[in-house]
């Protein structure tokens, strides 16, 4: 897939078959436009593309970035993720178009003539029932359907009821992943919920009781990290092997007070030094919450216990 995102790149393709959105997370609502969208691609013999816009708008025409809406706005996916996602559903095309107040402000006859018929050459459009453009959200499908003869173009809608009927938003995986809810969230993603980050040093504490761990940390600070808890988890390093793993998000409270959050994975097959390399976790299910326990030893118990249950989560 070719992943282009300046606008002016963007080779003319003119019998393109299109699709546009933020589509965060590709969830299942979102892969069932995606492949109406490669199937009317094939018989057309045109191009499959899809429009992205980063940053996220909210991040663009939300409140200030101290306002406290702001601060909770959460990605399920990283830019890297969405297009990595993408090219799975045979997508050939991304454009990834740079979302400004400047680019907020234009009408949906702007945002038609210079992205879809200038810019990529759209022949025929497959959009969501509820999808909007333009200046205030003006454009739809109905504008569209009236317009199409003069744009030399086609319209398809995705109909609401084949949408409706998976039941799923970005907003409702947002908030299953909030809550430690991993299963509901990757029922409607259609994959386990993942976060890459690079493995940094932390105290080194697991390393001398027996357990040492990945301190993996973040690079999109937007990321939504899900609810403190253990978690079992699939791991991928960055030389592309694959190995179970337990996972624990929170402050360690047996190890002491006012720590900050981290994210540390146990790789339960794995021996070797990850530090200063990407690693991937992919949740598959929640085993407990973060607790407190009467000293080490009983931490390792417990560890031991997380490392069965785990095992038999990924079976």
């Not at 173009?153 to 809550?179: C, H, N, Q």
């Not at 999109?220 to 899900?226: G, N, R, V």
Request: aromatic fraction near 8%; charge should be negative; include cysteine.
């Amino acid at each position: 897939m070719h992943v282009i995102h300046d606008p002016a790149q963007f080779p003319h393709l003119g019998n393109a078959v299109v699709t546009s959105g933020t589509f965060d997370g590709v969830h299942i609502g979102h892969q069932q436009i995606l492949r109406r969208l490669c199937e009317v691609a094939r018989h057309s013999a045109g191009p499959a593309v899809v429009i992205t816009y980063w940053p996220h708008p909210r991040l663009v025409l939300g409140p200030p970035p101290s306002h406290p809406e702001l601060l909770e706005l959460r990605l399920l996916s990283t830019l890297e993720e969405r297009a990595a996602k993408l090219a799975e559903f045979g997508v050939d095309y991304l454009l990834v178009v740079p979302f400004t107040r400047e680019f907020a402000q234009w009408t949906s006859e702007e945002y038609i003539q210079n992205i879809l018929l200038r810019t990529v050459g759209t022949r025929k459009l497959v959009i969501g029932y509820d999808h909007r453009f333009g200046k205030n959200r003006e454009g739809g499908f109905d504008y569209l359907s009236l317009h199409a003869d003069r744009y030399g173009m086609s319209v398809e809608e995705i109909p609401r009821e084949d949408v409706d009927a998976v039941g799923v938003s970005s907003t409702r995986i947002r908030r299953a992943l909030e809550s430690g809810d991993v299963a509901t969230a990757n029922r409607y993603l259609g994959y386990p919920y993942p976060l890459t980050g690079l493995v940094v040093k932390g105290r080194q504490l697991g390393r001398t009781i027996g357990w040492p761990t990945a301190n993996i940390v973040c690079e999109e600070p937007l990321k939504l990290i899900p609810a403190r808890g253990v978690y079992a988890v699939l791991a991928t390093t960055a030389a592309g092997t694959h190995h179970p793993a337990m996972l624990n998000i929170g402050v360690r409270p047996t190890i002491g007070g006012d720590l900050a959050q981290t994210v540390e994975a146990h790789l339960l097959d794995f021996e070797g030094d990850l530090y200063d390399q990407p690693l991937t976790v992919q949740f598959v299910a929640r085993l407990r919450d973060e607790q407190k326990f009467n000293g080490l030893d009983e931490l390792k118990t417990q560890l031991a216990l997380d490392a069965e249950a785990a095992q038999a989560a990924l079976l």
